[in-house]
């Protein structure tokens, strides 16, 4: 087995976890308040971290604590908007626009570089906006697209994670991966803090889902597939990682039916089809070794 497959099989791994945390947070949100929650989950993640990889984590390299805050302001943002998305919309749905961070990482990718975006990211560009529409409710008689605020946030979010994935590829820190990690966990969790101080609630719902909830986004969620990410993605391209990734808004799809009896209508599934059309014509085929 090739570095890169062993690679790609790990992300696999993380997809499946990340993709069953959406029906989790969704749950947890009805008594809770989101700022407490992100705030809870980072915070419980930062000394699972340093149990499991204590002895691997540098506390005074200064250039890796530098790159692990940077990593960790987009991913704050991206885990707010995420989690505020996740108030108004469905998991499967959330599932299904996050995962449009997948077709935005080659067009990043290409601004990145300078280079004009190849025919394949356009198509997918294109094919994935049709299936939102149809995932937001618009219809062939002509009726205007109207994107909820959760779907706009959601929608932001799936742009930050494309920006997190690109620089993780664009800052890798050879030998100081559990550091960079811990430093980007610290991060999300001193800035939860902070606006929950500034703009949450005493809203906290204590009761055994909550408990299963954040633990398995804390120690798995959290820490085993963002660990996982930054760990196994610098073994392969940001484009066939974002393919890889396509695993999770099936999964997360599959949950939410499993966990919380959600079903999308016949709409909504074909919106999830065009996404999935989409990830899939984002390949930019085999990359060299």
Known sequence: MTERTRAELALALM???????????RESLGGTDPWLFLTLRFGL?????????GS??????TATMTRGLGLGVVLFLAFLTQTLGLQSISASRSGFLTALYI?????LVAAWTRRAPSWRSLTAAGVSLAGVALLSGMRVGGEPMRLSRGDGLTITCALLFALQILLADRLPVKGRV??????QIATVAALSLLGWLLLGENRLRLDGQLAVSLFINSVF???VALGLQLRYQPATTPERAALVYSFEPVFAALMAFGILGERLGPLEWAGGLLILLALRLADPGPASP
């Open 178 to 183: 559990w550091t960079l990690h811990f430093w």
């Open 15 to 25: 997809c499946v976890i990340w993709g069953s945390t959406f029906s989790l947070v």
């Open 221 to 223: 969620g959290t820490v």
């Open 56 to 61: 691997r984590i540098s506390y005074t390299d």
């Open 45 to 53: 993640a930062l000394p699972a971290c340093a149990l499991l990889f």
């Open 103 to 107: 077709v935005c990482v080659p067009l």
